[in-house]
């Protein structure tokens, strides 16, 4: 079927944070389920070229595809639905598209043409629409628009919508999340607030298929009758989205509304099978794991103001609860503050005693850092498992070369650009978009190849040679103090077999001490947890008997 690809514009309502990008990734599980090939495209409405130069407290993860591309953690629910990976064509921005017209326009590719806006912008957008589509050969593709109705930023896409609509209205369907606020003092959910965002969006040309209805319970019968009339949406095609405690249980819930079959039904297409046995019951065995692992995340990028925001780690979450859920096992995750562990040392033992295993994540730049230094070195003593991920292993490298290997002041150059021990330093390609200043994109980013020695716990917990594993740094371990630190009894387990940049580093007599400069969290899937996290919580659920 494949010939004639649809589309399925998902669009916000309200205000953002509602689960526009799990609205997404659910529908296309389902059509996955149905035997579709479905994929899902994000456009972000920043002028950021990629979301790789993105503060994360404020965008959140930034996560990045096999194929390097430095995109928005939406990407990973994509991947972690669909257990299928999302190529970077499927991920652009504002700044993206604007950037390709206005590069075509100097290359004088427009013959002359006055460029404007419209239709410049949204005939690339639609240009890239279609060849994602194709590229991917699916019958249906989500496309999840950043924003919501109504602001100014995401018209333009909203415009690539309307006029692919026009050409093609038999193969386009629009679907709203939004938000029924219920103000306590009110005691009653309110539909205004959505039939306003459905006026926003009609004024874009654009009348929506389906309102999926995002509150604290379902959507009761008197509103849903009043939306429809209000908003000119059939009542059934009003999908109640009560929130829940696991956003795997989202899927299970639109077909509970039969979202897929009516999507099918509005394309002309019938229900040929279904198969949501797998995703059934890893989500059960989500809801009923009730016995605890206590996993501690070392990191910085979680405080704003009187919140804790945890959508800078998301995808190092998601991996921990997908093997956690393997062992029956319901995660609890502790945030613990590295800046706290440099003004307070005490509260390091104080808190990492309670928990069964550290993770110490990616992270860039000077602050928290030697808190971070500190907790590694506490877990390597205390034998507690360890897992250190791109940043996370760089450190772990700087405390093993300090404190092991009488490296004195060893550090990363990232940190201290005049360290006598540079464990962990920029090689001279990278030193030179740094020295050009021209920075965005530039990192080591994407799949790249790594080759596990044997004996050691990362070919154990792989079972194979080789292995690719996505990346996203600019600073190496640095080779020519590699001798001297393996006498020293650090164990370089994964090397590149091109490059000889080392990837994963660990250490004997150790129940688990594991640090990668790739990052596994964007491989892992519920239904397949990722190999790693496999082995750190089992290590974790052994080292606490
Ligand atoms: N700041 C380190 C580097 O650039 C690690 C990056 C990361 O953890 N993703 O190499």
């Known amino acids: 079927m494949a010939s004639n690809p649809r589309f399925i514009f998902v669009i916000g309502g309200v205000m953002s944070g509602i689960g526009k990008g799990i609205a997404s990734a659910s529908t296309a599980r389902i059509l996955k389920s149905k035997g579709y090939r479905t994929t899902c495209i994000k456009i972000d409405p920043y002028l950021n070229v990629d979301a790789g130069t993105m503060n994360p407290i404020e965008h959140g993860e930034v996560f990045v ?46 013959d002359g043409a006055c460029v404007q806006i419209v239709p410049h912008i949204p005939e690339e957008v639609i240009r890239r629409l279609n060849l994602a589509a194709k590229k991917s050969k699916a019958d249906f593709v989500l496309v999840e628009v950043g924003g919501t109705a109504g602001e100014y930023e995401n018209l333009v896409f909203l415009e690539a919508a309307r006029m692919m609509h026009l050409k093609s209205p038999k193969s386009i369907l629009f679907m709203l999340i939004s938000y029924f606020p219920i103000p306590s003092k009110i005691g009653e959910m309110k539909t205004k ?109 979680f405080g704003t ?75 390597r003593k205390i034998k507690k498992p360890f897992l250190g991920l791109c940043y996370g292993m760089q450190l772990a490298v700087v405390e093993f070369a300090r404190n092991v290997a009488g490296m004195n002041g060893a550090n990363s150059t990232e940190v201290n650009s005049k360290t006598k021990y ?66 020293k009894g650090l164990v370089v387990s994964g090397v590149n077999p091109e490059s000889g940049l080392v990837e994963i580093v660990e ?11 790739f990052h596994p969290e964007f491989k892992s899937r519920p239904l397949h947890p990722h190999p790693l996290f496999h082995e750190f919580i089992k290590a974790c659920l052994s080292s606490r008997k």
């Not at 696991?246 to 299970?252: K, T």
């Not at 190092?316 to 613990?336: C, D, M, Q, T, Y």
Request: aromatic content about 10%; overall charge positive.
């Open 65 to 110: 595809t096999e194929d390097g591309k430095e995109t928005d953690q939406d990407i990973g629910n994509y991947e972690r639905f669909l257990d299928e990976d999302v190529p970077s064509l499927n991920y652009m921005t504002s700044g993206s598209v604007y950037l390709s017209v206005i590069e075509r326009e100097r290359a004088l590719k427009y």
């Open 193 to 301: 607030p959505t039939q306003h965002a459905v006026r926003a969006l009609n004024s874009a040309g654009i009348q929506p298929d389906f309102i999926i209805a995002r509150s604290l319970i379902p959507l009761d019968e008197p509103r849903k009758k009043k939306l429809s009339v209000f908003c000119n949406v059939n009542a059934d095609d009003i999908i109640s989205a009560p929130d829940i405690d696991n956003i795997y249980q989202v899927p299970i819930n639109f077909e509970k509304e039969k979202l897929g079959a009516k999507i099918l039904k509005k394309f002309g297409l019938r229900e040929s099978k279904e198969d949501m046995r797998e995703w059934g019951k890893m989500v059960k065995r989500a809801l009923f794991s009730k016995k605890e692992v206590k996993i501690g995340i070392v990191g910085k990028y």
């Open 305 to 379: 103001g009187k919140f804790t925001l945890s959508d800078s780690y998301i995808s190092v979450i998601e991996a921990v609860k997908h093997s956690a859920w393997h062992f029956g096992r319901n995660p609890k995750i502790f945030w613990l503050d590295a800046e706290l562990y440099e003004r307070n040392p005490e509260k390091i033992k104080e808190e990492l005693s309670q928990i069964d295993g550290i993770i110490v994540p990616g992270g860039f730049g000077s602050r928290g850092v030697e808190g971070k230094i500190k907790a590694i070195s506490y877990a």
């Open 422 to 487: 540079p464990v962990i330093d920029l090689m001279a390609e990278q030193k030179e978009k740094v020295f050009s200043g021209n920075m965005g994109g530039t990192m080591r980013l994407g799949a790249y190849g790594c080759r596990l020695k044997d004996k050691t716990i990362a070919k154990r917990a792989y079972g194979t040679r080789t292995i690719h594993e996505r990346h996203r740094h600019r600073y190496e371990f640095n080779n020519a103090l590699q001798n001297i630190l393996e006498s």
């Open 507 to 517: 250490l004997k007599d150790h129940p688990f001490f594991v640090g990668t400069q």
